[in-house]
């Protein structure tokens, strides 16, 4: 079968054996499989000594091929998305919620990639983070469960929970991505008062299409940083109230970069990091996305595996929005 694997900073789609299903779990046959910005750190950082830990994608809709569970929601046939990690729910970090944090967590991932013909999951997998999503979303629609539910677990973070009625609450999320319209989106369905800025004017565009927009006369309570620039850090202080929160949901080019202590101290600033999602935050991602409170249609452009290169050019020369590679 087919996967893609980093080799000396390239992708290369190679030959491989399929999984085995020689343990509880599943093969599941890829239909597709979105582009996270995540794959496209760890291309742009590659590493030669972190080659054998890379695996390229996780936001998989595919068929089960194969099925041996203790859980009886799934059979052959089914058509699921997934996360791809899952805690132990029992250590230290678990008990504080923690759970991205946990080495089970860290650990756990599917089999040998999302960008591949079939994929190997275990019972966990299975118990804590598939779904079977509405059979009305098309495949790349769905394949935004795992990238959403990291949004939900962002605005949790933030203090804000589902169902309350947070309207009196203003948000702004700096960098209108892919990432950053759904953060606007999972917000919104949190009933906070949603903004959005970015710096190029098709991003603003598109969320203004979308129903966001941005004010710049207003001071948010709580910032959300998804632009992946340090330049981002000035911005959100700017816009912050004294007292508020910035949430930072993106790695930086600049290491070294960072919020001065003295802003924070005088001005009492939490800022607050949220990395991935926790299992309860996929299960409310695929009601938000099964029940359309939620809706991601017309956001992806297609590819083939074998133009999964070109795909990760395109998003570099920012040429489209989302990549949504199909297998």
Do not use: W
């Amino acid at each position: 079968m087919k996967y893609a694997k980093l080799i000396n900073g390239k992708i290369e789609i190679l030959d491989c054996e399929k999984p085995e299903l020689d343990s509880k779990g599943a093969i599941i046959k890829v239909l597709g499989c979105g582009l996270c910005g995540s794959d496209l750190v760890k291309i742009k950082h590659y590493r030669k000594d972190n080659e054998d830990k890379i695996i390229l994608g996780h936001e998989v809709v595919g068929i089960i091929d194969e099925i041996n569970s203790d859980t009886s929601d799934f059979k052959k046939g089914d058509i699921v998305t997934l996360g791809h990690h899952y805690p132990c729910f029992d250590c230290e970090f678990c008990k504080n919620k923690s759970y991205s944090m946990c080495k089970t967590f860290k650990k756990s991932n599917i089999f040998p990639a999302g960008f591949a013909e079939y994929i190997k999951v275990d019972d966990n997998h299975l118990k804590y983070t598939v779904y079977k999503m509405n059979p009305n979303l098309k495949n790349d629609e769905k394949a935004f469960l795992e990238p959403l539910s990291c949004c939900i677990r962002a605005v949790e973070r933030a203090g804000y929970e589902y169902k309350e009625d947070n309207s009196k609450f203003n948000a702004l999320v700096i960098g209108l991505g892919s990432i950053g319209l759904l953060m606007l989106k999972a917000l919104k369905a949190f009933k906070v008062n949603a903004f959005g800025l970015d710096i190029s004017v098709e991003r603003q565009k598109l969320a203004f299409e979308h129903g966001f927009k941005f004010d710049e006369n207003k001071k948010y309570d709580t910032i959300f940083l998804t632009a992946g620039s340090s330049k981002t850090i000035e911005t959100a202080l700017k816009y912050v109230i004294d007292g508020g929160k910035i949430i930072v949901f993106s790695s930086v080019e600049d290491d070294l970069a960072g919020f001065s202590n003295n802003e924070i101290y005088y001005r009492e600033l939490s800022v607050i990091s949220s990395y991935s999602p926790a299992p309860n935050d996929i299960k409310l991602s695929a009601e938000l996305l099964n029940n359309g409170i939620i809706k991601v249609n017309g956001l992806s452009t297609h590819y083939t595996l074998d133009n999964l290169a070109l795909a990760v050019d395109d998003s570099f020369r920012n040429k489209i929005f989302k990549a949504y590679i199909e297998v």
